[in-house]
């Protein structure tokens, strides 16, 4: 059941080590694939205005505290993750580099010609597809093994240290973010709440398909 998943799988197309600067095409290609698709699942679900993600939420809410931009404070709250990786022995790659270059990137394209549907069912579903593909995306460019981008480091840091199944780990992650970026001031909506309890499952049935059909 891949609800119970709790390692990255290993296919002929993942790099041997995440720090590799001279990867297969295969591994580099669906990194970019990965990154692309979850770049397009975080811009639907800004599209949909059925609510913020977790961790811009957080960012909201910390910036109605310390005067300082949702930006910036975005920018100090991924830092704070890729610390984080030292004592959880995670390794960079070029895909923790090419993360924050494609995602924007797809989040931008996807703003400019993606329209927000008017009814508020269409926002709702737009919501949905946004967790499944930022799900999916994240599933497939985690296989690639090129490196994480700081949230999944650190996704994966802490379920090598509990051995927990990787659904619960990213569910226990995104909740706690979302919960103290609320209690701060930050605004939830029904697609943050989506995001927050879908996203370690669509996470995890990416993982496991990757694996059923590449293995």
Known sequence: MFLTIKKIPK?????????NFKPKISSFIFLCFGLALFGLGEGLLIVSYSGASPWSVLAQGISLKVNLSIGFLTF?????????????????GIG?????????LMIDICIKFVPTPNDYIYQLLLGF?????VGMGGGIYLVANLGAGPRDGLMIGLQEKTNLPIAAVRAFLEISVVSIGWYLGGTVGIGTLLF????????ALSLYVVGKIFS
């Open 11 to 19: 296919v002929y197309w993942s790099s041997k080590t995440p720090l």
């Open 76 to 92: 100090l709250i991924s830092v704070c993750a890729l610390l984080l990786w030292i004592p959880l022995k995670q390794k960079f």
């Open 96 to 104: 923790t580099i090419l993360n924050a270059l494609i995602v924007a």
């Open 129 to 133: 597809i946004a967790v499944f593909t």
């Open 196 to 203: 927050a309890f879908g996203i370690g499952p669509c996470v």
